[in-house]
């Protein structure tokens, strides 16, 4: 579904990322993981065409992203808070994504009603512009709504972070449930290696922008990558 | 202490990511200025000098008149455009900083307002002129402080009002009516304010009364500040009670109903949308300079007029389509939105404002019919031709708009790219000189429908004009989205 094809972007002198193959397949759900700095956002802005890359491109389905619109039909993606409106309600918001995705109030209504637990009774009704909520509900606002019309692709970046612990966990299920019972692909980056290897069956580890490991999950793959980062301040502070 | 501070602003100045605009938009602040300081020097002289040969009455009496109305105005005006210096604050609330000086530093931030030291320009010389012309020293020295020391007062009664508009808008409403009865000497508060500042100068002990006042307004008001020095008073925004809504009428209308539905949303629940909206109301009443100077009762000056009276809101808000959306361009660009639905819905607000304003400018009528249809002429070709050509300037538009920033953003201009200026011409000249030329030769109904037409023409071309912004829109896509990062 999506392909990166030499993929790389350099600001100024510096060279933040350079891929030269990754594909990822219908209906998988894949983590991707590294440090800050990594270019974990980066690869995020190229695939949703808000930056321009300095060599390669990405595709989405055959449809290269920066020259075609199409992808946009297919992916919800929730990065950081400008992919909120502040001034608008959540139920606000929700129709509005609804709408451009050809969903009707009554659908996304009944869409929203599976979210009242992971919701907890703060978001909906609780007569709050998306500004004045709080930075974790506003991310469950971004999340749900990368979700609304059920997009082919749903990229989510860090969704873990800012989260209570009970609604990481809450997320977690989501996102399992969600992958479990649709052909949905998940592209989901997190710094937190213990949940991205519970939810996801594929891990891409970038480091310094460059691509190390692309390993599918086992049970022993969340020791493997917290040796991998171990390692990686050792080699660090030589 | 303040050192350290000027140095901060200093470096948020010139790190600041639209520096260039910034300093663009500063020099011309700053030439502005330097021009508003030689008018006011000029007002001393004419307010001294115009009394006492024209009207051949002293001035110093004839002054004291207008001092009453002179202090509320500068109040009205300061609350509307005088920034607060709250922002910026909360980073050195848990510093080592003692929270007296970070109050008195504020204080005195709003003393480095224009408001606050540029009447100065005013008052300073016309001191210089009475004592040149004679009059008591300790007399002038008196008069003149009091109206110095009041104006400060102003300053904190500035702050102390802050957020409270309904008191503004009363005290506003009050000035106007008091100015209406005093013209009609059924009340007359010239008279009080009169014999009030001539007791100044008559008994120059009496300055000690201002003096007190404005000590206590100091006292008051850094207690008013010291005590809402709180996150949850305050520094911050008020958290108003959100209200799901929409216009329902426009659900039947599709996404484009649903675009305007978003933009009505925001004009209500932002400041700076806000502010910007109630700005261009006031746009309404820019006929009225036509009665200051003659230059402005020529044809072409009269259209220049029209353009504003019914455009107000086209070009206060169409600059700033999609400035607007700065905050979220990132969800825009990667939904699928329609972009010509988006201009359309735009345009639809900025047509409907247009076509209100040219029934409101009725008003005009009474000065003249005339008038009202050179108005009529450019409310027309605003339709047809500008709402578009400034959807277009927009697009090369790019500041960023903060949607919550306490919204007094009348008084920055933020555009002088050169495209814009280059667009100029089609918005404005050229109406201009088909109005102009055409009411010379074939007279003012001539001169309408000429302006008419080519309204007409731009309307029935709008869609392909649409299709080339659009086209625009995704050119520039990527500089956009990095330029609306930055604040």
Same mark, same amino acid.
């Given at each position: 579904?999506?392909?990166?094809?030499?993929?790389?972007?350099?600001?100024?002198?510096?060279?933040?990322?350079?891929?030269?193959?990754?594909?990822?397949?219908?209906?998988?759900?894949?983590?991707?993981?590294?440090?800050?700095?990594?270019?974990?956002?980066?690869?995020?802005?190229?695939?949703?065409?808000?930056?321009?890359?300095?060599?390669?491109?990405?595709?989405?389905?055959?449809?290269?992203?920066?020259?075609?619109?199409?992808?946009?039909?297919?992916?919800?993606?929730?990065?950081?808070?400008?992919?909120?409106?502040?001034?608008?309600?959540?139920?606000?918001?929700?129709?509005?994504?609804?709408?451009?995705?050809?969903?009707?109030?009554?659908?996304?209504?009944?869409?929203?009603?599976?979210?009242?637990?992971?919701?907890?009774?703060?978001?909906?009704?609780?007569?709050?512009?998306?500004?004045?909520?709080?930075?974790?509900?506003?991310?469950?606002?971004?999340?749900?709504?990368?979700?609304?019309?059920?997009?082919?692709?749903?990229?989510?970046?860090?969704?873990?972070?800012?989260?209570?612990?009970?609604?990481?966990?809450?997320?977690?299920?989501?996102?399992?449930?969600?992958?479990?019972?649709?052909?949905?692909?998940?592209?989901?980056?997190?710094?937190?290696?213990?949940?991205?290897?519970?939810?996801?069956?594929?891990?891409?580890?970038?480091?310094?922008?460059?691509?190390?490991?692309?390993?599918?999950?086992?049970?022993?793959?969340?020791?493997?990558?917290?040796?991998?980062?171990?390692?990686?301040?050792?080699?660090?502070?030589? | 202490?303040?050192?350290?501070?000027?140095?901060?602003?200093?470096?948020?100045?010139?790190? +600041?990511? &639209?520096?260039?605009?910034? $300093? %663009?938009?500063? #020099? *011309?602040?700053?030439?502005?200025?330097?021009? /508003? =300081?030689?008018?006011?020097?000029?007002?001393?002289?004419?307010?001294?000098?115009?009394?006492?040969?024209?009207?051949?009455?002293?001035?110093?009496?004839?002054?004291?008149?207008?001092?009453?109305?002179?202090?509320?105005?500068?109040?009205?005006?300061?609350?509307?455009?005088?920034?607060?210096?709250?922002?910026?604050?909360?980073?050195?609330?848990?510093?080592?900083?003692?929270?007296?000086?970070?109050?008195?530093?504020?204080?005195?931030?709003?003393?480095?307002?224009?408001?606050?030291?540029?009447?100065?320009?005013?008052?300073?010389?016309?001191?210089?002129?009475?004592?040149?012309?004679?009059?008591?020293?300790?007399? +002038?020295? &008196?008069?003149?402080?009091? $109206? %110095?020391?009041? #104006? *400060?007062?102003?300053?904190?009664?500035?702050? /102390? =009002?802050?957020?409270?508009?309904?008191?503004?808008?009363?005290?506003?409403?009050?000035?106007?009516?008091?100015?209406?009865?005093?013209?009609?000497?059924?009340?007359?508060?010239?008279?009080?304010?009169?014999?009030?500042?001539?007791?100044?100068?008559?008994?120059?002990?009496?300055?000690?009364?201002?003096?007190?006042?404005?000590?206590?307004?100091?006292?008051?008001?850094?207690?008013?500040?010291?005590?809402?020095?709180?996150?949850?008073?305050?520094?911050?925004?008020?958290?108003?009670?959100?209200?799901?809504?929409?216009?329902?009428?426009?659900?039947?209308?599709?996404?484009?109903?649903?675009?305007?539905?978003?933009?009505?949303?925001?004009?209500?629940?932002?400041?700076?949308?806000?502010?910007?909206?109630?700005?261009?109301?006031?746009? /309404?009443?820019?006929?009225?300079?036509?009665?200051?100077?003659?230059?402005?009762?020529?044809?072409?000056?009269?259209?220049?007029?029209?353009?504003?009276?019914?455009?107000?809101?086209?070009?206060?808000?169409?600059?700033?389509?999609?400035?607007?959306?700065?905050?979220?361009?990132?969800?825009?660009?990667?939904?699928?939105?329609?972009?010509?639905?988006?201009?359309?819905?735009?345009?639809?607000?900025?047509?409907?404002?247009?076509?209100?304003?040219?029934?409101?400018?009725?008003?005009?009528?009474?000065?003249?019919?005339?008038?009202?249809?050179?108005?009529?002429?450019?409310?027309?070709?605003?339709?047809?031709?500008?709402?578009?050509?400034?959807?277009?300037?927009?697009?090369?538009?790019?500041?960023?708009?903060?949607?919550?920033?306490?919204?007094?953003?009348?008084?920055?201009?933020?555009?002088?790219?050169?495209?814009?200026?280059?667009?100029?011409?089609?918005?404005?000249?050229?109406?201009?000189?088909?109005?102009?030329?055409?009411?010379?030769?074939?007279?003012?109904?001539?001169?309408?429908?000429?302006?008419?037409?080519?309204?007409?023409?731009?309307?029935?071309?709008?869609?392909?004009?649409?299709?080339?912004?659009?086209?625009?829109?995704?050119?520039?896509?990527?500089?956009?989205?990095?330029?609306?990062?930055?604040?």
């Amino acid at each position: 579904m999506i392909t990166i094809n030499n993929l790389s972007k350099v600001y100024e002198t510096k060279k933040v990322l350079s891929i030269e193959n990754l594909d990822f397949h219908k209906g998988q759900t894949i983590g991707l993981v590294g440090n800050n700095g990594a270019g974990k956002t980066t690869l995020f802005s190229l695939i949703l065409d808000l930056i321009e890359p300095t060599s390669g491109y990405v595709s989405i389905d055959q449809e290269k992203v920066n020259q075609s619109e199409n992808w946009k039909n297919k992916v919800g993606a929730f990065i950081d808070e400008t992919f909120l409106i502040g001034y608008l309600t959540p139920e606000e918001y929700f129709y509005f994504l609804g709408e451009l995705r050809g969903q009707s109030k009554a659908n996304v209504d009944e869409f929203l009603k599976n979210f009242n637990d992971f919701f907890n009774g703060e978001i909906l009704n609780a007569k709050k512009y998306i500004r004045d909520l709080s930075k974790g509900n506003m991310k469950k606002v971004g999340i749900i709504g990368a979700l609304i019309g059920t997009p082919a692709i749903i990229i989510l970046d860090e969704p873990f972070a800012n989260l209570d612990p009970s609604t990481q966990i809450k997320l977690k299920n989501l996102i399992r449930d969600w992958s479990q019972n649709s052909d949905s692909t998940f592209l989901i980056s997190s710094h937190d290696l213990a949940h991205t290897t519970e939810v996801c069956e594929r891990i891409v580890v970038i480091n310094k922008g460059e691509l190390v490991r692309d390993i599918q999950t086992s049970p022993e793959t969340l020791r493997d990558l917290e040796q991998y980062f171990a390692d990686q301040v050792l080699v660090n502070t030589l | 202490m303040l050192q350290r501070f000027i140095k901060l602003e200093f470096k948020s100045f010139f790190r +600041s990511s &639209s520096l260039a605009t910034n $300093i %663009i938009v500063k #020099i *011309f602040q700053l030439l502005g200025m330097l021009y /508003l =300081l030689m008018m006011f020097v000029f007002v001393a002289f004419g307010a001294f000098y115009f009394p006492k040969k024209e009207l051949h009455v002293d001035p110093m009496p004839f002054i004291s008149r207008f001092l009453i109305y002179w202090l509320v105005a500068d109040l009205f005006l300061r609350y509307f455009f005088q920034q607060m210096p709250t922002q910026n604050i909360k980073p050195f609330l848990t510093m080592n900083i003692k929270k007296n000086t970070l109050v008195n530093y504020m204080i005195s931030k709003t003393f480095s307002s224009f408001f606050s030291w540029g009447g100065l320009f005013i008052y300073i010389p016309l001191l210089g002129i009475l004592l040149y012309n004679g009059y008591s020293i300790e007399g +002038s020295f &008196s008069w003149i402080f009091t $109206i %110095i020391i009041l #104006i *400060f007062c102003n300053n904190f009664l500035n702050v /102390l =009002l802050n957020g409270k508009d309904i008191v503004v808008w009363i005290v506003g409403a009050v000035l106007v009516l008091a100015a209406g009865l005093d013209y009609y000497k059924i009340i007359s508060l010239s008279s009080i304010s009169e014999l009030l500042f001539m007791k100044f100068y008559q008994h120059w002990w009496l300055i000690i009364v201002p003096i007190l006042l404005m000590i206590v307004g100091f006292m008051i008001t850094k207690k008013y500040i010291a005590g809402n020095f709180y996150l949850d008073k305050g520094l911050e925004m008020k958290q108003e009670v959100g209200k799901t809504e929409s216009i329902q009428f426009l659900n039947h209308y599709g996404v484009l109903g649903t675009f305007i539905n978003n933009d009505i949303r925001m004009i209500k629940r932002s400041k700076a949308a806000k502010s910007i909206t109630m700005g261009s109301f006031l746009f /309404l009443f820019y006929g009225l300079l036509m009665f200051s100077s003659p230059i402005y009762q020529t044809p072409y000056m009269e259209l220049f007029m029209g353009l504003f009276v019914t455009g107000g809101f086209l070009f206060m808000f169409g600059q700033r389509v999609p400035s607007f959306d700065s905050s979220y361009y990132p969800l825009m660009m990667t939904l699928n939105v329609p972009y010509k639905e988006y201009l359309k819905a735009k345009w639809w607000m900025i047509v409907s404002a247009v076509a209100v304003s040219m029934v409101l400018a009725i008003g005009y009528a009474f000065v003249s019919w005339d008038l009202y249809f050179t108005f009529l002429a450019a409310g027309l070709y605003n339709v047809g031709v500008n709402s578009q050509i400034v959807l277009l300037s927009g697009a090369y538009n790019k500041n960023p708009v903060d949607l919550n920033a306490r919204g007094k953003t009348l008084g920055k201009k933020n555009n002088f790219s050169f495209k814009s200026i280059i667009l100029m011409l089609p918005q404005m000249v050229l109406p201009m000189a088909v109005f102009a030329g055409t009411k010379y030769m074939f007279g003012t109904t001539a001169a309408v429908a000429s302006l008419g037409v080519l309204g007409l023409i731009g309307f029935l071309l709008r869609e392909k004009f649409f299709d080339f912004i659009v086209k625009l829109y995704k050119k520039e896509k990527y500089s956009t989205i990095k330029a609306f990062k930055g604040n």
